[in-house]
């Protein structure tokens, strides 16, 4: 069985600091990792996903798969980072559905 | 840029009664999905759908739960018989074709069966 461990529940930082919201994943095969975000009143949207190995809105996540880890970071924290942070796996063939972990709640103090 | 669309955005009901939720999925995908999320829980996935049946479901899309397509734009979910712990945000999400293409998520139904 897959899982996702997102060990924080909330995470405050000042604007400008270095953000690094932590993700561990269980899974016997090749997984797919994503990170989707939800700002206030908005639904689930994509931020980013392992294989595509690029930077969304400053942020960088890399698949470390010794460690069973895809942790999220920033270098600099902006206000509008605020938001509930999501990490995601899905096992790496075909249709197949997303295993969430609890969510980590980003905010980013003036 | 085409969005999911789940309507209603809140239903209460009773226990007991049956709910529908309703998703209109972005036109050219393919793929279509239902997860939940009870309050201050996980996102969980329920059912997966492609080419007019169920592909993948979870242990808790039991009998009381059914999905389809009936009129080939709509993606519905039923609860036959709603529970108090049936309360929760319900979430459609589809996807174009191929492993790796994103799942794009709707706004959700808060779901409240009093």
């Known amino acids: 069985a897959q899982r996702v461990t997102q060990p924080e529940k909330l995470l405050s930082v000042f604007k400008g600091a270095p953000v690094e919201l932590k993700c561990n994943y269980s899974?016997?095969?090749?997984?797919?990792l994503f990170w989707y975000v939800q700002y206030s009143r908005q639904r689930l949207q994509l931020l980013l996903r392992?294989?595509s190995r690029e930077s969304i809105k400053g942020f960088t996540a890399d698949l470390n798969k010794g460690e069973t880890s895809f942790h999220l970071k920033k270098p600099f924290a902006q206000e509008e980072d605020s938001a509930m942070y999501y990490c995601a796996l899905s096992r790496n063939s075909g249709n197949t559905p997303l295993v969430f972990g609890k969510g980590t709640r980003l905010s980013v103090i003036a | 840029e085409p969005e999911v669309t789940q309507t209603p955005s809140h239903q209460v009901t009773q226990m007991g009664q049956e709910v529908i939720l309703r998703c209109v999925p972005i036109s050219n995908h393919l793929y279509f999905y239902w997860y939940r999320q009870i309050l201050g829980q996980k996102v969980e996935f329920l059912v997966s759908?492609?080419?007019?049946?169920?592909?993948?479901k979870s242990e808790i899309f039991d009998d009381q739960f059914s999905v389809e397509r009936p009129d080939g734009s709509n993606f519905t979910l039923k609860i036959r018989s709603t529970k108090l712990e049936d309360s929760a945000m319900y979430f459609c999400?589809?996807?174009?074709?191929?492993?790796?293409?994103?799942?794009?998520f709707g706004p959700g139904t808060r779901l409240t069966v009093l």
């Open positions: 999400a589809t996807r174009q074709r191929g492993s790796a293409d994103t799942q794009y």
């Open positions: 759908f492609y080419n007019n049946e169920i592909s993948e």
């Open positions: 392992h294989i």
């Open positions: 899974y016997s095969g090749s997984p797919e």
